[in-house]
């Protein structure tokens, strides 16, 4: 397997792979998502997780294994990205709030050397508890979740947010790594 090179500029992902035991070098990708999309289908995510990966092919030498994903908040098949302010992240949790709703995290993984490609998304489930507005503005005054999608980060919410969830946590992070080495293996 060539190098591992990871198309995305999260530090969350960067970590996951970092805790699984990966040596890998980021890439960014150049791909411009396209933010005006509201409706989620599995369909829609994957192909952003793909051409995220596939921006980075040109940009890398000799073999390598890239690793493109793209994670979405869905409310009744809606998409919650990144807030845009304040006000906005403040509406996004409101929305969740008291609610179980779908976090999804698409994973591509592109093999340089034989064009293979594997495509995977897995859900998660996260339930918030009914959260008061002032329990809103001080987690979006204290944590800033402006790059996060769906105005949170489970890692860092304080007790009395998150109720439950289900599924994998490191996906509701960014990055399922069981699902990541199965398809590493896939497309060797």
């Known amino acids: 397997m060539g190098k ?3 198309a995305s500029s999260s ?3 960067a970590n996951i792979l970092k805790e699984s035991g990966y040596c890998y ?3 960014p990708s150049p791909y411009e998502e396209d933010h005006t999309r509201t409706v989620f289908s599995y369909d829609y995510i994957e192909e952003l ?3 995220k990966a596939k921006a980075v092919v040109p940009l890398v030498e000799g073999d390598a294994i890239i690793i493109g994903a793209d994670t979405m908040v869905v409310v009744d098949d809606e998409i919650l990205g990144k807030p845009e302010n304040f006000e906005n992240a403040c509406n996004m949790l409101k929305r969740l709030s008291g609610r179980r709703h779908r976090v999804v995290t698409a994973i591509v993984v592109i093999n340089t050397k034989t064009n293979n490609v ?3 998304s897995v859900t998660s489930e996260v339930e918030f508890y009914p959260l008061s507005d002032e329990k809103i503005k001080e987690y979006v005054t204290k944590f800033k979740p402006f790059d996060k999608a769906g105005a949170y980060g489970i890692q860092e919410m304080p007790a009395g947010y998150i109720k439950e ?3 994998s946590l490191k996906n509701i992070i960014g990055l399922c790594p069981d699902a990541l080495a199965t398809m590493l293996e896939a497309v060797r």
């Open 4 to 6: 591992i090179i990871l």
């Open 11 to 13: 530090p969350r992902r």
């Open 25 to 27: 070098e980021i890439v």
């Open 49 to 51: 997780a793909y051409n």
């Open 118 to 120: 594997k495509k995977q």
């Open 165 to 167: 969830y289900s599924g």
